[in-house]
Structures are given as structure tokens and as C-alpha cells.
């Protein structure tokens, strides 16, 4: 079975610094979709970035980028330019390829954004 | 993007009675829908995977019977939780996944339920 491990459950960064958070995974499968999701202090869970396993470029969305090394299953999220918004609890997903669109999720990692 | 709903939001019951947790797709139809519960603190916990025509697909420990979920349409996914306990007090949240090649789930903005 799949597994995702976070093992940081609280970051804080300095605003307008950078911040990585780690995630590693573990699976025995070779196609599988990666999430990072936001969860603010609202509970709405909120996509921030994917990836998936074939293609080897990080993903990037403008302030928000991941290290994806597959060898390792490690999938880690840098937040540049932190802004007091991204403040929240942060959760990495596994979704396998070939199975149901069933997420597995960390167990979260809650990140504070000091002025 | 993809919009889901979750209707109440938040609710308080008696113990011993039922509640209807509603998850709607609200411009896109989804065959499957998740719940799942997350306590203080915690990460989602994946209760079951509702399937729209069929019975839904519960997950290891979770009790059938006592959380009925109902797939009734294309975009609609109801949990019952019957005969409601302080220890069913939670937040409950639904998702669907969406069309692209990443089926991403979008998630409902959950509901908090409290048991009296």
C-alpha cells in the first residue's frame, strides 16, 4: 500500500523569505499523480500544485514550485516570496495512475508566516 | 475552476438522531465522490468513495450502517450519519474529482458536525 509521509508537522518562514516543505512517499507503482494542497484556516482545501511521475520537470506555479525526485519519492514544495496569506496547513497527496481517484494524504504540515 | 458545495455547513444535533450531509458538483458531473472526516489538528481521513448508481466503496474500520452514503446523481452524494454520538462530532468534507488527465479533486468547504 501507499504511504506519504510528512515529516514536519510546523514550519514557520519570515515573510517575503523561502520555505520548503518535505514529503516523501512510498510505492511500488511507476505512473501516479502528486498534489500539494493548502488548507487555511477556513478548511477549504485548496490546490496549489501537481505533478505527475512520467514527466520529470518540476512543476511550477508562480510563487510555488516543487523538487520532485522520483528515485528518491521525495516531493517536496518551495514557497518563494512568502506572503502572510500562505499560512495554513499544507498536506501532500499520492493519487495512483491506474487505480480509483482515491488520494492518500500526509499527515500535514502547518506553516506560519511571521511579519 | 470546479466548484463543490456542501450543504449545512455546520450543524448541531441531539445524540440518537440522524444527519444528511449533502456534497454537490455544481457545474461538472462527477460519478465518484469522496468523503471524508478530519479531526482537530489532523489530517483527512478517507471514509468511503460514493459511486453514482452503485453502493459506495467503504473504507477499512468504517462503519456501513452507520454512515449511509447515497449517490443519487451525477452531482449529488449524500452522508447520513445515524444515530449521531458526541464521537461523531467532526468535520466532514466531500471532494470530486475533476476532468483533466490529473482527475485533481476539488473539494466541498465541508461541514462541522457536533453531537450534544
Known amino acids: 500500500a501507499q504511504t506519504v509521509t510528512q515529516s514536519q508537522p510546523e514550519m514557520s518562514v519570515q515573510e517575503a523569505e523561502t520555505v520548503t516543505l518535505s514529503c516523501t512517499y512510498d510505492t511500488s507503482e511507476s505512473d501516479y499523480y502528486l498534489f500539494w494542497y493548502k488548507q487555511p484556516p477556513s478548511r477549504q482545501m485548496i490546490l496549489v500544485i501537481r505533478q505527475e511521475a512520467y514527466k520529470q520537470q518540476n512543476a511550477t506555479e508562480n510563487r510555488f514550485s516543487v523538487n520532485f525526485q522520483k528515485a528518491a519519492k521525495s516531493f517536496s514544495l518551495k514557497i518563494s516570496d512568502s506572503q502572510l496569506g500562505d499560512a495554513a496547513m499544507y498536506f501532500c497527496a499520492y493519487r495512483s495512475a491506474w487505480d480509483t481517484d482515491k488520494l492518500i494524504f500526509g499527515t500535514g504540515t502547518r506553516l506560519q508566516v511571521f511579519p | 475552476g470546479a466548484v463543490v458545495s456542501q450543504h449545512p455547513s455546520w450543524v448541531i444535533c441531539k445524540s440518537g438522531t440522524s444527519v444528511k450531509i449533502e456534497c454537490r458538483s455544481l457545474?461538472?458531473?462527477?460519478?465518484?465522490m469522496f468523503w471524508y472526516r478530519q479531526f482537530p489538528k489532523q489530517s483527512l481521513m478517507l471514509m468511503a468513495t460514493?459511486?453514482?448508481?452503485?453502493?459506495?466503496?467503504?473504507e477499512q474500520g468504517v462503519e456501513k450502517d452507520k454512515f449511509l452514503i447515497n449517490h443519487a446523481s451525477l452531482t449529488l452524494s449524500t452522508l447520513t450519519v445515524t444515530s449521531a454520538h458526541p464521537e461523531d462530532s467532526s468535520f466532514y468534507i466531500c471532494?470530486?474529482?475533476?476532468?483533466?488527465?490529473?482527475?485533481?479533486?476539488?473539494f466541498g468547504p465541508g461541514t462541522r458536525l457536533t453531537v450534544l
Open positions: 457545474d461538472f458531473q462527477a460519478t465518484t
Open positions: 460514493s459511486n453514482e448508481g452503485s453502493k459506495a466503496t467503504y
Open positions: 471532494s470530486a474529482p475533476g476532468q483533466s488527465s490529473y482527475n485533481e479533486q476539488f
